[in-house]
């Protein structure tokens, strides 16, 4: 999931000023045409700010620090993202050079957009708060400023703001006309839907009148006679899940992270209309706090397969907040965990758009008990809020007839002590701000009386064990002690001699230097889902032949004694087989067991005796 700010779209350093200040010193195109800020956003209001955990805080932030958040709050959010965007796009215009913003159709769009704005202020604050609109912003500055690379012509991607403000015109007058870019053949109205005009980039003549559209590019037109008119030629609509929320499967702006997905068949998208419908329902009976958020944080779903996929996939994009992108969900369970678990970074991602929680950020250092590598500390506060959502969805949907059962207990005990060990981190760091710190303690607070639930015991233990294996793999795959505190260790093990105290720091790996064979552990993901395939070590360990597995983990590590899966495995077998010993230290320091063990492999040394070495009272 990439988390890339808005303000990463400005200079270096520079942080976006108060809005309104930077509005009136911000490029004009044209003083009497100017995209304005509502008359009296609450994004610009005097804010009322509440005490909380002992400091004085906005009311914005401490609605979202409980995890939930008002349809209000989110609305106010909204309203600064428009003025943000208002911001890049002054900045944008302010860049560009003159012959690609005149061949992109760029002022004539924006001042299209700003007498739109007199008349219909609603619908344009849609189109500048449009998910998409972000997404196409960011981009297209850092093309600007030579930070992105792409093999679209500039003229051409710029012509997204002429779309926007075509779209918009169409939805407020009922009849008139506007030149659009033509890109790849393709003119899409955001929200409304694609005329397809041949293969090539150009410009075309939209006409429209009484619900119908005409679209002209030299010799081929294309006819509209209704918006939602699917047995058009030439003419793709968006459809809807819900007359406030798009299906898109459509705008070339959509942030995809992968190939191009499908276009659905109607049939298709009748069924990811009817599964919404049901998760929809599910949210509003069982998850009230977090679907009430969404009818301003949920403004379309992006569909990544046409059909349901058992590796189900999901993510946002950070610039387009309103947009959740997934691959078609199973059932409607699915959907509605997968919306509370994206609209959680959604109401982040608006959240730090508007506040700082973070200091200062030491990097990528955190360990994130839901991702394989380390993460920065905003990354650790995604994923603390979003796995706050997913936890609350277990607590409660473990008892349900469709998922309750031995899987739902563990996801809720496992992320249960996940999500409070990672707040225990981010609050320790101190590196959170104040608003930060009310963020980690209203949400450790409202754990508080989960963690107290009952869950069976087969699903505490499958918990801890995949917390000790993750943990362990973890260590392995991204941390390396200093080589001349391994060969003093090796040293005083070869000497007989106790061991010293163990090195208290080790470094991060360099992520790109990894091997693709050590990046994911599929243990953790077995110990969860029985029915997964695996092998060697861990299909003996989960068919419960332990001495097996040691011998098969043995036997793998004389081949590879790096190799952080495992480890994962010994840390696991190991105090299956042998219950009166201390494997702790594999556990808490498991990267400097395997760097030692490398180290000493040649030496024919016994696992068993160096970690005993390792576990015993340090030489003082």
Known sequence: MRRRSLRASLPRGQRIPAPLRLLRRSHQIDPSHRLAGRHRSRAVAPDRRRFVNGVHIDSVTADLSTGFGSSEAIADLFDEVVLTRMILLRLLMSEIA????????????????????????????????????????TRTIRRVRGTDSATMPLWVECGYLGWLAAACAVMCESAGELAVVVRAGAVVLPGI?????????????????????????????????????????GWLPMRKVRADIVLDDLDPLRDLQQDEAPRLTAAEAETWRETFADAWDLL???????????????????????????????????????????????????LALTLIHEVQHTKLNLLLDRVDLVEFDPGPLFYAPWRDDPRPLPGLLHGIYAFFGVTDFWRVHRHSD?????????????????????IEQAAGSRALTAAGLTLVRTLAAAMEPWLLED??????????EVVRAHRTFWRVRNLRPDAGDIAELARRWRAGERRPELPAVSRPVDQDAIPAGYRTLALAHALRDRS?????????????????????????LREDPSRPQVWAGMALVLPQLFRDRDFEVLHTRSEIVAALYAVLRADDVDILDLLRWLAEPRDH
Do not use: K
């Open 98 to 137: 003159p012959e690609i913003a005149d061949a992109a159709g760029l002022p004539a769009a924006y001042r299209r957009l700003a007498e739109l704005q007199r008349e219909y202020p609603r619908q344009v604050r849609a189109m500048l708060s449009h998910p998409h609109t972000g997404t196409w912003l």
């Open 193 to 233: 839907g694609l005329a397809r005009l041949g293969a090539v980039d150009g410009h075309a003549r939209l006409e429209w009148s009484g619900g119908a559209l005409t679209f002209t590019m030299d010799d081929v037109v294309v006819r509209v006679r209704a918006l939602d008119a699917e047995d058009e030629s």
């Open 284 to 334: 509003g009976r069982d998850f009230a706090g977090y679907r009430q958020p969404m009818h301003e944080a949920l403004r379309m779903l992006a569909p990544l397969s046409a059909r349901p996929r058992t590796d189900a996939a999901s993510h946002t994009a950070t610039a387009g907040g309103g947009c959740v992108y997934t691959t078609a969900p199973a059932d409607p369970c699915q």
């Open 402 to 422: 469709c998922h309750g059962g031995p899987a739902a207990h563990i996801d809720f005990v496992l992320w249960r002590g996940q999500v409070a060990e990672a």
């Open 455 to 464: 869950v069976p015991a087969v699903a505490r233990s499958t918990a801890a």
């Open 532 to 556: 997964m395939a695996v092998s060697g070590g861990d299909r003996e360990y989960l068919a419960g032949r332990h001495e097996q597995a040691m011998v098969s983990y043995l036997a793998s």
